[in-house]
C-alpha cells in the first residue's frame, strides 16, 4: 500500500483507511459515532439546497404524514397525548420484528 492509502477521519481526527471504491467520496471512518456525524452533515447539505428548502411543506406532505401516522397508530408525534408516541410506535415495532 502506498502512503496515500490513509485518511483522517472528519470526525475523530483518526487516521482510517478508506474503501478503494469510495476513496474520493469517503471522509469518515466507520466508528459509529462518526457514521452518524457524517449521516448528521449529508442531510445538512441536502437541506441546504435551494430545492429541497420546502420538500416536507405543503398540504401533499401533510396529508402523506398524517396519513403514515393514522396507518401506525401514531396520534402525534409532538405532543404526549395518552397515545403512542412515534418512538414508542416504531420501538414496538422492531421489537417486534425482533421475535
Do not use: I
Amino acid at each position: 500500500m502506498g502512503r496515500g492509502d490513509h485518511r483522517k477521519c472528519t470526525c475523530c481526527l483518526e487516521l482510517f483507511r478508506p474503501d478503494p471504491r469510495k476513496r474520493r467520496h469517503q471522509f469518515y471512518c466507520s466508528a459509529s459515532g462518526c457514521r452518524a456525524a457524517s449521516k448528521t452533515a449529508s442531510q445538512a447539505r441536502w437541506r441546504a439546497k435551494p430545492e429541497n428548502q420546502s420538500y416536507f411543506r405543503g398540504a401533499v406532505n401533510v396529508a402523506r404524514v398524517q396519513a403514515w401516522r393514522a396507518r401506525h397508530g401514531v396520534r402525534n408525534a409532538h405532543v404526549a397525548t395518552g397515545g403512542p408516541s412515534l418512538s414508542t410506535s416504531l420501538a414496538n415495532r422492531s421489537a417486534v420484528a425482533a421475535s
